[in-house]
DNA sequence: ATCCCGAGGG
DNA sequence: CCCTCTGGAT
């Protein structure tokens, strides 16, 4: 797929999953090491969810210092709504540690040292690097971004690492972690991967698999 | 019932 | 590759 086509897709996405608003709670981090540890507690949970526990938190755990002291069950209580809070609880606080032992206190800026602390993997580390430090380091690939690329056509690729090339290549790099997030977001509501909503999809007129649907030939999905 | 901007462990 | 971890919103 060209550029041009390309850019069209996602301007049609951007106006259909606004950023903006949902950004919004992001913005309001004060800090690179509230980002951290927020972002670990939003796997699998909405930001609503983890925004009613951050007052608290914070309140009672300032500093990766204070938060390294507490134990895993005295900060399991509070960030109990959010679900997985007995793991996340223990991720935050050996996080929390290891920013102290290890990096001086501070949030590390790099892709590899973000992914050592306990709780970060790929997904949070970029998310991360682009809100904390203004870093687009690249693009993460999981199962929404790999199946909803493919059948648009950003790439032809299954494999990860030549699906992130392929976008990185296709987009401006400002826009990267947009398109992450917006990826994502149309393969959860629309994109799905059984019973894709054609009807409701914005840029169907120029996905690969709706032209091969309507010209009848079975997409081939792996 | 189904989903949430996943990560870690087997 | 698979599985588990978890509560809340819809």
Redesign the pocket.
Known sequence: MNRETACEAYRRLLVQYP?VD??RH?LNFHNPFETLILT?L????????VN?VRDTLFSRYPTPEELARAEPGEVEPII?????????AR?IVETARKLVSDFGGEVPQTMEEL?T???????????VLSQAFGINVGI?V?T?VRRVSKRIGFTDSTNPAVIERDLMALFPHEVW?DI??LL??H???VC?AQNPKHDRCVVADLCRYCRELRAGKPPDEE
């Open positions: 950023i949902d950004r992001f670990i939003s796997a699998q949970t909405t930001d609503r969810a009613a109990k709504s959010i679900g997985f809070h007995r793991t996340k991720h992914q602390l306990p709780g970060v993997g790929r997904k949070t580390a970029n998310i993460a999981d929404h972690r992450n997030y994502i977001r393969g959860r509501a799905t």
